[in-house]
């Protein structure tokens, strides 16, 4: 025997395949299905993180904002021509609040300055009047300060960023308050720096206005411009407007799950990102030890099948053994001992009774070929003949009318308001009537008389050994006689599981007056003449004519 063929190598292999199988189903849908709760619990944390930072560092704008506001508003502008006075003016508001990390008061011309504090070195001639903050904030409202764009300080280098608001008397600007702060100052953007996730990720402040990381967790990225449009998708839908969360690829080729949150006083945004390695690095652990995991429960499988199952499996060798040697004759046909109440004792059990059973199912066998061959003869709810033995009978009867001279008569009967039982009371009620027709019909007749169920609410009875009788009774008049007995036999009553039906039935009758006429001919004659019955008002007799 073929080992595939084998029992033992089906089950195993049906025992790997289910193994096999629920390994597919968790990597392709449990493993998912875990790595998008994953995701969903990673950017729920990106964005509490992100709503913080953003939050924290809207406050600490508008709350330098708010001071410069203050300052400007309170500062008198007599102090423009009190230089000593205004440096003191300045020194003590910065040392009392000390939000920015230098103070400076500019000319109103955009040429030096008037005082600042703390002092550093720069150029006495160092010209402010190009500078777009400087420009805007001669034209802004005082208690709308400007923000100049990020960007390095020329004495130092440091990333900075500039508010400036003009001061006024009678509505003329004589001076503009700046307030400089270092982007890495503590109490600004030096908490952006310390968001780390996991090993490589960070966070990313960038102004998309000015196409700047303004602020990172890697310093080496601070003021670096942005990457150009296509090199980064959720980047580029971030620069257009874009928050929320999303997976990307980098400019450095590395995919990440990325949130973006706005700044509102600036028009920048935070992003915190995490390498998707990192982030779903426990489903895909999990995904590796699934397979280890699997394969090695795989070997222990087939290896524990195979030593188990063929001892389950030698009763049903031996029973098939001993099968084979009463087929071959070696062993007489003898029930086998059942020794275990299993599957294999069920089996053998059946073959014991199939030896019972041998003889009753030869018996069986010829009385199914009978049954089979009444089948193929007659119809199967009537019990009459049908067609095609209607069609015999009718060639059996034409050739001894030739024989004989004698003749034979054929009577299509159709029934009139059959239909409307089936539709009101449903087949099993027509099934009764047609039962009964067939009974009718049947009831009376000769020997050579055959009656047909044609098909339908359709009967056919054949008239055959028919001849003139010398009193006078001619073959017609016989033949009418019968029709009228049919007609009355339908008429009576139907009695069937409490109802009662009234039927009618329409007659066509042949006679064989050709002896060389076909059984088909005669047959549709018949019908010819029946359809003439039905046109003449139904329930009645027609008899058809050349």
């Not at 990313?204 to 296509?230: H, Q, R, W």
Request: aromatic share 6%.
């Amino acid at each position: 025997m073929n080992i595939f063929q084998s029992i033992k190598f089906r089950l195993i292999g049906l025992a790997v395949m289910l193994v096999v199988i629920g390994v597919i189903v968790r990597m392709l849908f449990a493993l998912p299905f875990a790595q998008n709760l994953l995701r969903a619990l990673v950017e729920a944390q990106q964005m509490s993180i992100a709503s913080y930072v953003a939050h924290d560092i809207d406050n600490s704008v508008l709350a330098r904002r708010t001071l410069l506001t203050e300052l400007a508003l309170t500062m008198p502008p007599a102090l423009i021509q009190q230089p000593d006075q205004l440096s003191r003016w300045v020194r003590e508001r910065q040392r009392v609040n000390p939000l920015f990390d230098r103070l400076v008061v500019l000319r109103p011309e955009g040429k030096g300055l008037f005082t600042q504090y703390p002092d550093i070195k720069q150029p006495a001639n160092f010209v402010y009047s190009n500078a777009d903050w400087f420009q805007a904030a001669l034209r802004t409202d005082v208690r709308a300060p400007v923000m100049s764009p990020p960007h390095r300080g020329i004495a130092n280098g440091q990333p900075l960023l500039v508010m400036a608001v003009p001061v006024r008397e009678n509505d003329h600007v004589v001076a503009v308050l700046a307030g400089i702060v270092i982007l890495s100052s503590p109490g600004f953007l030096d908490r952006l720096q310390e968001i780390h996730l996991g090993a490589t990720g960070g966070s990313l402040l960038i102004s998309p206005a000015d196409k700047l990381f303004v602020g990172s967790s890697d310093p080496s990225m601070i003021l670096k411009p942005t990457p150009a449009p296509g090199v980064n998708l959720l980047h580029d839908r971030a620069m257009a407007g874009y928050r929320g969360s999303g997976v990307t690829v980098n400019a450095f080729g590395v995919e990440e799950l990325s949130t973006m949150v706005s700044v509102p006083s600036t028009g920048w945004f935070v992003v915190v990102r995490m390498p998707t390695a990192e982030a779903f690095h426990p489903i895909r652990a999990t995904g590796n030890f699934v397979l280890i995991s699997t394969l090695a429960f795989l070997v222990i499988l087939v290896t524990l099948l195979l030593t188990v199952l063929p001892r389950i499996l030698r009763p049903l060798t031996d029973a098939a053994h001993s099968m084979r040697e009463m087929a071959d004759g070696t062993r007489p046909l003898t029930p086998l001992p059942v020794r275990r109440q299993d599957e294999v004792g069920a089996l053998v059990l059946g073959f014991n009774y199939l030896l019972s059973r041998l003889h009753d199912k030869e018996i069986a066998l010829k009385e199914s070929e009978a049954r089979l061959t009444f089948m193929a003869h007659h119809d199967a709810l009537t019990g009459l003949y049908n067609r095609s033995m209607l069609e015999q009978r009718i060639e059996l009867q034409l050739a001894q009318a030739e024989r004989s001279g004698s003749r034979l008569a054929l009577l299509f009967c159709d029934l009139d308001g059959f239909k409307s039982i089936n539709d009101q009371y449903g087949h099993k009620a027509g099934d009764s009537v047609l039962c009964e027709v067939a009974a009718r019909l049947s009831a009376g007749r000769r020997r050579s008389d055959t009656v047909s169920r044609f098909g339908g609410d359709e009967f056919i009875l054949l008239l055959g050994d028919l001849n003139d009788q010398p009193d006078g009774l001619s073959v017609r008049t016989m033949v009418t006689s019968v029709a009228r007995q049919l007609l009355a036999a339908v008429a009576a009553p139907f009695d069937i599981d409490g109802h009662q039906f009234a039927l009618g039935v329409s007659i066509g009758i042949a006679l064989s007056d050709d002896p060389h006429v076909s059984p088909s001919q005669l047959i549709s004659r018949a019908d010819i003449a029946m359809y003439q019955a039905k046109r003449a008002g139904k329930n009645d007799f027609c008899i058809f004519e050349d």
